[in-house]
């Protein structure tokens, strides 16, 4: 450190010397930019950095610009005339994209082998396709399917982008080592850039190793994904340290430094959950072993740190959060303990847009282990499924109720709980069902319809239900189906057999939001089938309520170019038939002219040309069948005497 010989200070630097140019750059990372006090910053560069600083050229060289690239557009697929909807879909080693035509074959878009090593993923507003590679991944996207960025990060299995499309966030099960000897398995990355923005450890705790039996090569690691959690505007990225040392570390973007320089202390903390409309934290604790200290769930404001509401719970074993997706409710699934053995569920409905964050309370009977719950669309009703003994399956539907009208029901059942069918703290019971075979609800973007599903375990039963006036419209099956998926619009529901799950008969099925089905393929090697995501409607609540209101003038639109697409089928079935027609009249010819050819071969095999006519002689014979006969002798009488 030089020291000023006038003052006896020191000149502000140093110079320090490591073992190994990785613990000179691991140091430089530390301290470059680090706060000292509210007055002082630290500032560290390798000593080439000083060096070439030091031999800058007294003339300004202007930097080369690149030329102008344009980019594909990335929504190009939205300017389709007739507002058609596409899919991915990887069969065998061929990946392609095309487009859907309700019951006719779909039109392809774009198609390559060996397209990604492993399944294939959209982006939340579609704009990107992304394959997964040895050396990384890579995004897709415009009207031919251009390499837009690739991202090296060896092995990556999961992803997952922020909602804007502007971040990505990698994991694989193989580590980067830093230079500070960390094993960092997860990537934070700039998807417009390519920019690696920064990487994380992940604690054992966080990957959780197969057991001694499962252990060997077929062997996999289970993780909690995502991992790390976006806010619903992507400004901030989270991500939790469970157990008694918990904490909430939320780090802003795009420089993620960590928020205030701390994290959010959370003792026990269990789990976390973003809102999907504000930057409020949802979280949970248990009760601890010792002191009489509830458990909690807690709603936290960001980056404030703004307690808005908390809710003491006993007895707790498990809480699952489920939020409506305009933000509007918190749904808190509670898993409680009556005995050692005994379990019961209830709902704590958190209703945060309303003054104080009010809770209503949902009840089941004690018999019913609660597995699901499933929110409609921006809208007021959720679905929840519950399984009753061994083998009973209800499903519930519920629809909250203004907060001026809720009343708390009264009625009670054998065992003196609440029945199910009581009206209790605001959300009223709207039908309970009955089904062995449902695993699945899955409302439609749009709300109101609500299809029950048996995919993977069961055996495929899909029923469409109109939650309007709780009626079912339609029911069908799709034998061992292993995923459904509604379309964007909300007008089509695909079902589907992964041949990674299933061998047996893999394919797709179309169908109709009211049910009906409009189309069956059986597919070899089928693997995944994917809906292309659409951005947000841009169109504002008042031009959304003045296109409902004019429905049957836009309506009449479409009817004209249904009628001309039908004419375009029609036509086109009849030059099919015609086609074909005229090809057997042109074989069936062929096969005569080469028939006649032949006559001569045929002549000197046989003898004789079976097609030329002969004179024949025709011979008459009789023949006379003796069909019985019988000898007598007669005698005189004469002789007789």
Known sequence: ??????????????????????????????????????????????????????????????????????????????????????????????????????????????????????????????????TFHKQGVALWGGPEFEKIMRFPHANVKLIDYSPDEKYLVTWSHEPILMPNGEHHHVIVWDILSGRQLRSFPVSPAAMKTPDAKEKGPGSTVKIDWPMFKWSHDSKYIARMTPGMEGAISVYETPGMGLLDKKSIKVEGLKAFEWSPADNVLAYWTPEPEVGNIPARVTLIKVPTREILRTKNLFSVINVNFHWQSNGKYLLARVEKATTKIQRTHNLEIFRIKEKDVPVDIVELKPTENLTNAFWEPNGDRFALISLEGSAKINIHFYEMNAAATTTVGKKKDMTGQPSVSALLGGAKLLKTLDRKGINQVLWSPKGRIAVLAGVRAFQGDIEFWDTDDMTMLAAGEHYTCTDVEWDPTGRYLMSSVSWWRVQQDPGFQLWSCVGTQLAKQSVPQFKQILWRPRPPTPLTAEEIKQVKKNFKEYSKEFEVVDAKETNKLDKAVIEKRKALWAEWVSYRRRCHEDWMREAELRYEIVGYDRDVEVAVKEIEEYVDEVIDETEEIIGDAADDD
Request: glycine share 4%.
């Open 1 to 130: 450190m030089p020291i000023d010989e006038t003052t006896g200070k020191s000149k502000g630097y140093l110079f320090i010397e490591f073992e190994t140019p990785a613990q000179a750059k691991a140091a430089v990372a530390a301290v470059d930019n680090y706060k000292f006090d509210s007055k002082h910053t630290l500032s560290a560069n390798a000593f080439d950095d000083i060096e070439t600083f030091a031999t800058v050229p007294e003339e300004y060289i202007p930097p080369t610009i690149e030329p102008f690239q344009e980019k594909p557009h990335l929504r190009s697929w939205l300017k389709d005339e007739l507002a058609r909807d596409q899919w991915v879909v990887i069969k065998g080693d061929d990946t392609g994209i095309y487009w859907n035509n309700k019951s006719e074959q779909p039109d392809l878009v774009h198609t390559r082998k060996h397209w990604s090593d492993m399944y294939v993923q959209w982006s939340p507003k579609g704009s990107y396709l992304t």
